[in-house]
């Protein structure tokens, strides 16, 4: 008897492929087939001469009319639908439940898989409370006991904690102030931690050292007081505490500035000695004509010292006029320096470049070179000391109009021509002296000519 593939087979038909019971791949994977014969059938060949931007816009693959507006039409992140399979679903049951965490006894309902009845609320792990310690009576009388604190009290203190969860906050603010007495949120954690304390060292075993938690209520106290005083600040005093961070910064980057100068000026120190040792160790091998081993074995020279001329150790031909080019670490400054010293002194800028003049000229120039950065590094020097000097005298004139106004109110009493001690301390806390050169603050800025005023208003009084 024929079957239906018989049939199809006969009359050239297709779908030889969709034969037998269907299966869970097929249910899965059916929409892939489907689009793969899609494409499989709707495939055309663009028009010879016709440019693919025009083909685009005339034709896509679903035969489809061109966008208006770009869109996205493949399914990269996009969410799948959810493929069924073959397998049954598992069953759910409206339930009962009760939280452990609760201690009435209610009883709630949910939605639960079957296979998960009896078993316990997942939720309930969830639910974490603070062990605080109970004590007895006798233990009380014995460790526990305090003037300042009743044992009402403390057990009051310690119902609120254990109902709480030791939120001090909440403990203070449902505190019974009424009935006992007053009591700030410092004192609260500070009996309490005692009594923790002292019943872990109780309780513990002998010949063990329990770690026992200790609270400084004075700490907190002093920690809170100064959040208020910060907080309380008025916007000047912010001004003005920014405006000495920013001062402060800059009194640190001249200091790291000046120390790095003085270091400089220690290298180029160390690298004139080092040149002029080796100038003298020169001339002594060449007075005792040692052989050129000898010679050779130079002590090292630091990198600062003038100019590092590079070695032409490559192959082939080199010329010798190339050593006397001066390296690209020269500034311009400097070589126009050198230049300007060659003219006046009446030397080539270009001489004959032989074994000897071509070594003698580029030690000349590195001379040249250190010598004009330790002039460089000597009028800094001057010019840091001439700051420094007029600064001084400014401040010992500032000193002596002080000392003669007191001079001129006694006449004649040498012991009253200086300011007592008192008057010194308080002219020296007016005064902010700042060797590095940071100006005063503002605050102190008025400080200083309200004082002012005020000595000068003293003296047009005195007769």
Request: charged share 35%; glycine share 4%; hydrophobic share 30%.
């Amino acid at each position: 008897m024929a079957t239906g593939a018989d049939v199809r087979d006969i009359l050239e038909l297709t779908g030889g492929d969709n034969d037998g019971p269907i299966t869970k791949k097929d249910l899965i994977n059916s929409d892939k087939k489907k689009t793969k014969k899609a494409t499989e059938t709707l495939t055309f060949k663009r028009p010879e001469g016709m440019h693919r931007e025009v083909y685009a816009l005339l034709y896509s693959d679903k035969k489809d009319a061109p966008p208006l507006l770009p869109s996205d039409t493949t399914q990269g992140y996009r969410t799948v639908k959810a493929k069924l399979g073959c397998k049954k679903v598992r069953p759910w049951k409206w339930m009962p439940f009760t939280n452990p965490a609760r201690r009435d006894g209610a009883i709630f309902h949910h939605w639960r898989r079957v296979a998960e009845e009896g078993k316990d609320y997942p939720f309930a792990r969830f639910n974490k409370t603070v062990q605080v310690p109970v004590y007895s009576e006798q233990e009380y009388q014995m460790h526990l006991h305090d003037d300042g604190w009743t044992k009402a009290e403390t057990d009051h203190l310690f119902d609120l904690c254990k109902r709480f969860d030791l939120r001090f906050i909440v403990v203070h603010d449902r505190y019974d102030h009424q009935q006992y007495r007053k009591r700030s949120v410092e004192d609260l954690k500070e009996r309490y931690y005692s009594i923790c304390g002292k019943l872990t060292k109780v309780r513990a075993a002998s010949g063990t050292e329990p770690k026992i938690y200790i609270f400084d209520a004075g700490h907190e106290r002093r920690r809170k007081e100064q959040l208020e005083k910060l907080f309380n600040r008025t916007p000047e005093q912010v001004a003005e505490e920014e405006y000495l961070v920013q001062e402060l910064r800059k009194i640190e980057t001249r200091k790291k500035e000046r120390e790095k100068k003085a270091q400089d000026l220690q290298k180029l120190i160390k690298a004139a000695d080092t040149t002029t040792e080796l100038r003298r160790a020169e001339k002594r091998v060449s007075k005792k004509k040692l052989p050129q081993k000898r010679e050779t074995e130079k002590p090292a020279v630091p990198e600062t010292a003038g100019i590092k001329f590079p070695d032409f150790k490559s192959a082939g031909v080199t010329l010798r006029s190339q050593r006397m080019k001066l390296p690209s670490s020269v500034g311009q400054k400097k070589i126009k320096a050198i230049e300007q010293i060659l003219i006046e002194q009446g030397v080539d800028l270009n001489p004959m470049p032989t074994e000897e003049i071509v070594q003698m000229f580029n030690e000349l120039r590195s001379d040249l070179v250190l010598l004009y950065e330790l002039k460089q590094a000597h009028s800094n020097c001057e010019y840091e000391q001439q700051m420094l000097r007029h600064r001084y005298e400014a401040l010992l004139k500032a000193g002596g109009c002080v000392g003669t106004v007191g001079a001129a109110s006694t006449p004649g009493a040498e012991s009253q021509s200086w300011l007592n001690a008192d008057d010194i301390k308080v002219e020296a806390k007016e005064q902010i002296i700042d060797v590095v050169g940071a100006p005063l603050t503002p605050n102190s800025r008025k400080r200083r000519e309200s004082a002012s005023s005020s000595s000068s208003v003293k003296k047009v009084k005195k007769p």
